[in-house]
């Protein structure tokens, strides 16, 4: 069964203070494994889509990196409004069709 | 551009009840998919739509059920409501299917 795992399942973190977020998961026929952010009341926002073990993609204080295995969503010199729950899904090959399979999402919390 | 639309955004409903929830996806995009999501639980995949016809289903009973129009705009619908059917429903549209899903705000639903 296709499985994603996310940890730590929150973070706090001080103003300044980088960190990683871990994101592992087991599927048969990989297809993609994608980032999002998800602010209170909204729905998830797209950040970053990889597929590739060793690819790396970045946006502003955002990094990611995927292995065969897992990936890694770095927060380098965070700021308070980057204060959201980090959800990881991979995209899954099933019955002829493709669909999300989500973690359970990280919330990360920065305080000023 | 638009983003993807759902309506409505709140809904309070008493058990036993039926619902009716809306998604009009991104001009182009084809596919819909569905998902709930609970604070136990996290987002689970309920069903994806292309072309108005069901191209997969999440493990989730009969009554959950969608469809999808002509136009890509889908709905789908909770008959025999249970109080545990309380979640965030999103909605996130593609333009194939396969890469490049966009959420919506989703719809809360509250079952009384």
């Known amino acids: 069964e296709d499985q994603v795992t996310q940890s730590p399942e929150a973070l706090r973190l001080q103003e300044g203070e980088s960190s990683s977020l871990n994101c592992s998961y087991t599927?048969?026929?990989?297809?993609?494994l994608f980032w999002y952010r998800q602010d209170p009341g909204k729905g998830p926002e797209f950040l970053f889509t990889?597929?590739?073990a060793g690819e790396e993609k970045e946006k502003e204080r955002l990094k990611a990196t995927l292995t065969k295995k897992e990936s890694f969503l770095h927060i380098t010199a965070p700021k308070p409004e980057d204060s959201a729950t980090y959800l990881c899904?991979?995209?899954?090959?099933?019955?002829?069709?493709?669909?999300?399979?989500f973690g359970k999402g990280t919330k990360l919390t920065v305080n000023p | 551009k638009a983003g993807v639309t759902q309506t409505p955004r709140y809904l309070i409903k008493t058990r036993g009840q039926q619902v009716t929830l809306s998604c009009s996806p991104i001009?182009?995009?084809?596919?819909v998919s569905w998902y709930q999501q609970t604070p136990g639980q996290g987002l689970q995949f309920l069903f994806e739509?292309?072309?108005?016809?069901?191209?997969n289903k999440g493990n989730f009973p009969g009554r959950f059920s969608g469809r999808q129009f002509s136009n890509s705009r889908s709905e789908m619908n909770v008959s025999t409501l249970e109080l545990g059917d309380s979640a965030l429903y999103l909605c996130?549209?593609?333009?194939?299917?396969?890469?490049?899903?966009?959420f919506g705000s989703g719809t809360r639903l509250t079952v009384v």
């Open positions: 996130a549209s593609s333009p194939v299917g396969n890469y490049g899903y966009t």
């Open positions: 599927v048969s026929g990989l297809r993609g």
């Open positions: 990889l597929y590739s």
């Open positions: 899904a991979v995209q899954a090959l099933q019955g002829g069709s493709e669909k999300l399979v």
């Open positions: 001009s182009g995009h084809r596919s």
């Open positions: 739509y292309f072309s108005e016809t069901q191209r």
